[in-house]
Each structure stands twice: as C-alpha cells, then as structure tokens.
C-alpha cells in the first residue's frame, strides 16, 4: 500500500511540477510574425510603444502573482515586481501607461483577440486560431 501511494504522489509531483510553455500572442493585424526576446523586454519595459508600421502596441499582462507570468518575466532576464517599478516610474514621469492587467489567460486571450496592435503571454496549449504566436517560451 505505500509503495502505491508513493507512485502515485510521485506522479502528481510529475504532473504539476512540469512546466507549460509559454505562448507570445498577438492580433493578427500585428505586422510580424516573430519576436525577439530583446524587442519582447523593451515591449514590455514600455520602451517601444508601437510596431514597425507605426500602430500602437496594446499590451496585455496578468494580474497577481503566478506561474505564468514568472516564466514569461524570468524569459525576458527580470522579475515581475523589477517591471512593476519600471511601469510605475513611466506613469509617474507621465511618459506612458502599465500594461492592462487581466484577471485570466482566457481574458488576456479574449483581448488580445479583439484589440489591433495586441500582445500578450498564455499556456501554449490554449492558443487559438483568434491570435497569432509570436513567440514560444520553454
């Protein structure tokens, strides 16, 4: 009976501790098909503000503290609270505006979805053919 128990937690440990990919999406008016890790962090540091044709970037973050989203900051070389005091000192200077935080993948999915000029992060495995793949992080 133990030995059963402890296959099956190792196999819970397994199944959780496996870590999805992370899915860079984007509108499909967004005029490139693939993103670098360097444009991604200036993106996301509100150093590029608009793409190469001149539109205006959407950007699109989760809420709160998550998995997801220490995979895509800690891909980009920073910690979410680093790019919390980034976005906070470009309010504060009135040099722009944070990312829109979603409470949800399915909302950031939905948005990104509906607004021209979007980006943002999801589980690989919950694209759709709504938005295009910019980039796959491991």
Avoid: C
Avoid at 44 to 58: F, H, M, N, P, V
Avoid at 68 to 95: H, N, T
Avoid at 125 to 130: H, K, N, S, Y
């Amino acid at each position: 009976m133990k030995k059963e128990l402890l296959i099956v937690l190792l196999a819970l440990a397994g199944a959780t501790g496996a870590q999805a990919q992370v899915a860079v999406v984007a509108h499909k008016t967004v005029p490139v098909d693939a993103i670098d890790t360097r444009t991604l962090l200036d993106i996301y540091s509100l150093e590029e503000t608009k793409w190469d044709d001149g539109s205006r970037i959407a950007l699109f973050d989760l809420k709160g503290k998550n998995d997801l989203k220490q995979a895509f900051y800690a891909s980009l070389g920073r910690r979410p609270d680093e790019m919390k005091r980034v976005w906070l000192r470009i309010i504060l200077s009135g040099e722009g505006r944070s990312p829109t935080l979603l409470t949800s993948t399915d909302e950031v999915l939905d948005k990104v979805a509906a607004t021209p000029g979007a980006i943002g992060y999801v589980p690989l495995a919950l694209v759709t053919d709504e938005v295009k793949v910019i980039a796959t992080i491991q």
